[in-house]
């Protein structure tokens, strides 16, 4: 009746307790229960114990295998065990004190008298005969060793308290099973909406923090998606549960392309796979060399169901092929605290592949309509320079036509100088805010030591990062980034299979020419 009134354990024992204590006779009673997760039997109910005491026993915990291995069958009682005094030297340990001690016992006379450091355990087995809890009793009203008839009669209630345990564990599971459930049901559901929220998103940037924002909204704190280009590069960073400096420190700290080659090539990294996603665990092998670097976790140790704060799960999104990686998940602190198993990330997988489709359809929409774009503007560039036959009205088209494609500041036609003399003869083109093109002709370039020449002989474009290059290499690439250049695209002009000049456009932004279209 009180397990279907929704009494907790502890009240159902305590009432199994107060039972053996009236009505088998016994001044003290204490009864644990079997932590079966950490193997360890806890004090749940007592009777007859100082408060003190009693506290003092739910303090310490038993072992499993320390209270099991008192269970020989020297003495054995029908299915109890009796200990006697008098024989204390042969089973008694301090580890496993099953009845405190401090409590006031009389000592009796004769062979039947109960003694003060007797002992007596009744195992409470479970349907499958597996031990589930124990009590103990001391102080018998009539100052008796107990007969089998008591011994039995105590097994009675142990075989009730072990049936009210697993009831009690089974209703508790059905109701952790049904509730995560529904929690399931709830999450799907807030995915459902969340996919028809990246639909409705009109670029990538919005799609992206839809998905970010229905992670979220699926169990995690705090989330963070990398778009990746062919070489894993970050071409885009969208995150939710971040504050503000958290944002900034996220940006400067991204991995790099290498970094993650390295990684998915390292079969060490694979042994931290869990479904689709890597589960990089605090105490793997593999995160303490690679990411904790010999330093030690803080905290050292923590439950194996639970995250810890140095745990991170990345969940990759795979392209239409199912091979190429175009982007990463990153995930921390889930809301429930626990490490994620493969069935607890199943619905974030599911979305993660609805997302990873609508980012590539966006992506090969975006392509399509720039590649059209470019395409009309290339047709309208090609146009205006097969229009005239002036050299001063084809540049001018040139600088005009491309300036919609390539974000350059500065632009220059290196053309060999006649009559085999070792140089280039310089046009500079500059763009005035109004729209304006303007030419002048510029100081002639050697071609020794120049980086103008390289490209004329190889006929490949190259672009060069002027803050990390070693511009000395080259004397116009030092020049150019002595003005305040930080990145040059040099393409070689090709009319005929034979390469006439070089075309140089030269930026004070970064990263300015690090897309190939615009190459």
Same mark, same amino acid.
């Given at each position: 009746?009180?397990? !279907?009134?929704?009494?907790?354990?502890?009240?159902?024992?305590?009432?199994?307790?107060?039972?053996?204590?009236?009505?088998?006779?016994?001044?003290?009673?204490?009864?644990?229960? =079997?932590?079966?997760?950490?193997?360890?039997?806890?004090?749940?109910?007592?009777?007859?114990?100082?408060?003190?005491?009693?506290?003092?026993?739910?303090?310490?915990?038993?072992?499993?295998?320390?209270?099991?291995?008192?269970?020989?069958? !020297?003495?054995?009682?029908?299915?109890?065990?009796?200990?006697?005094?008098?024989?204390?030297?042969?089973? $008694?340990?301090?580890? +496993?004190?099953?009845?405190?001690?401090?409590?006031?016992?009389?000592?009796?006379?004769?062979?039947?008298?109960?003694?003060?450091?007797?002992?007596?355990?009744?195992?409470?087995?479970?349907?499958?005969?597996?031990?589930?809890?124990?009590?103990?009793?001391?102080?018998?009203?009539?100052?008796?060793?107990?007969?089998?008839?008591?011994?039995? =009669?105590?097994?009675?209630?142990?075989?009730?308290?072990? $049936?009210?345990?697993?009831?009690?564990?089974?209703?508790?599971?059905?109701?952790?099973?049904?509730?995560?459930?529904?929690?399931?049901?709830?999450?799907?559901?807030?995915?459902?909406?969340?996919?028809?929220?990246?639909?409705?998103?009109?670029?990538?940037?919005?799609?992206?923090?839809?998905?970010?924002?229905?992670?979220?909204?699926?169990?995690?704190?705090?989330?963070? +998606?990398?778009?990746?280009?062919?070489?894993?590069?970050?071409?885009?960073?969208?995150?939710?549960?971040?504050?503000?400096?958290?944002?900034?420190?996220?940006?400067?700290?991204?991995?790099?392309?290498?970094?993650?080659?390295?990684? $998915?090539?390292?079969?060490?990294?694979?042994?931290?796979?869990?479904?689709?996603?890597?589960?990089?665990?605090?105490?793997?092998?593999?995160?303490?060399?690679?990411?904790?670097?010999?330093?030690?976790?803080? /905290?050292?140790?923590?439950?194996?169901?639970?995250?810890?704060?140095?745990?991170?799960?990345?969940?990759?999104?795979?392209?239409?092929?199912?091979?190429?990686?175009?982007?990463?998940?990153?995930?921390?602190?889930?809301?429930?605290?626990?490490?994620?198993?493969?069935?607890? =990330?199943? /619905?974030?997988?599911?979305?993660?592949?609805?997302?990873?489709?609508?980012?590539?359809?966006?992506?090969?929409?975006?392509?399509?309509?720039?590649?059209?774009?470019?395409?009309?503007?290339?047709?309208?560039?090609?146009?205006?320079?097969?229009?005239?036959?002036?050299?001063?009205?084809?540049?001018?088209?040139?600088?005009?036509?491309?300036? /919609?494609?390539?974000?350059?500041? !500065?632009?220059?036609?290196?053309?060999?100088?006649?009559?085999?003399?070792?140089?280039?003869?310089?046009?500079?083109?500059?763009?005035?805010?109004?729209?304006?093109?303007? +030419?002048?002709?510029?100081?002639?370039? /050697?071609?020794?030591?120049?980086?103008?020449?390289?490209?004329?002989?190889?006929?490949?474009?190259?672009?060069?990062?002027? +803050?990390?290059?070693?511009?000395?290499?080259?004397?116009?690439?030092?020049?150019?980034?002595?003005?305040?250049?930080?990145?040059?695209?040099?393409?070689?002009?090709?009319?005929?299979?034979?390469?006439?000049?070089? =075309?140089?456009?030269?930026?004070?932004?970064?990263?300015?020419?690090?897309?190939?279209?615009?190459?």
């Amino acid at each position: 009746q009180m397990l !279907r009134e929704g009494a907790s354990l502890a009240e159902l024992m305590q009432e199994i307790v107060y039972s053996v204590s009236e009505t088998v006779g016994f001044d003290k009673v204490t009864l644990y229960a =079997l932590d079966e997760q950490e193997q360890v039997f806890r004090l749940i109910a007592q009777a007859g114990l100082p408060l003190k005491v009693a506290e003092e026993a739910a303090r310490r915990t038993r072992t499993y295998d320390d209270a099991v291995g008192l269970m020989d069958d !020297r003495w054995k009682v029908s299915n109890s065990y009796f200990f006697p005094a008098d024989r204390q030297e042969e089973w $008694f340990s301090n580890d +496993i004190e099953l009845m405190p001690t401090e409590s006031q016992q009389l000592t009796g006379r004769g062979a039947r008298s109960w003694q003060a450091d007797d002992l007596l355990i009744v195992p409470m087995l479970g349907s499958a005969g597996d031990i589930v809890g124990v009590f103990s009793v001391d102080d018998p009203v009539d100052g008796r060793r107990p007969d089998i008839d008591i011994i039995e =009669l105590l097994e009675v209630f142990a075989t009730q308290a072990a $049936f009210i345990i697993e009831n009690f564990r089974l209703v508790e599971n059905v109701q952790q099973e049904a509730e995560a459930a529904r929690h399931e049901r709830d999450r799907l559901a807030q995915l459902h909406l969340v996919s028809s929220e990246i639909q409705r998103a009109g670029d990538m940037s919005s799609r992206l923090q839809a998905v970010a924002e229905g992670i979220k909204a699926g169990g995690w704190e705090r989330v963070q +998606i990398t778009l990746r280009d062919e070489q894993l590069e970050p071409t885009l960073l969208i995150s939710t549960g971040y504050d503000d400096d958290e944002v900034a420190q996220n940006r400067t700290r991204l991995l790099p392309g290498n970094i993650w080659r390295d990684r $998915f090539n390292d079969l060490a990294f694979h042994e931290l796979k869990l479904g689709s996603a890597y589960y990089l665990r605090f105490d793997t092998p593999w995160v303490q060399k690679n990411i904790l670097r010999g330093q030690p976790p803080n /905290p050292r140790t923590i439950g194996d169901d639970e995250w810890h704060p140095q745990d991170v799960l990345y969940l990759p999104l795979v392209g239409h092929d199912q091979k190429r990686i175009i982007g990463l998940i990153r995930m921390e602190d889930p809301v429930d605290g626990k490490r994620p198993t493969i069935d607890s =990330l199943q /619905p974030i997988e599911l979305f993660a592949l609805q997302a990873a489709a609508a980012i590539e359809n966006t992506r090969l929409y975006n392509e399509t309509v720039r590649q059209a774009e470019t395409e009309q503007r290339l047709n309208e560039l090609m146009e205006a320079m097969a229009s005239t036959l002036d050299q001063t009205e084809i540049i001018r088209a040139l600088a005009a036509g491309l300036q /919609p494609f390539v974000g350059f500041t !500065r632009m220059h036609l290196a053309l060999p100088v006649p009559d085999g003399q070792n140089g280039f003869e310089m046009t500079r083109v500059e763009l005035t805010p109004d729209g304006k093109v303007h +030419i002048f002709p510029d100081n002639v370039i /050697p071609m020794e030591n120049s980086a103008l020449a390289k490209i004329f002989e190889e006929g490949q474009p190259q672009v060069y990062n002027l +803050i990390e290059f070693d511009t000395y290499q080259f004397t116009d690439l030092h020049n150019w980034s002595s003005e305040g250049e930080r990145a040059v695209l040099l393409v070689p002009m090709i009319a005929g299979g034979d390469t006439l000049g070089v =075309l140089r456009l030269g930026s004070e932004l970064d990263q300015s020419f690090g897309f190939t279209d615009q190459q």
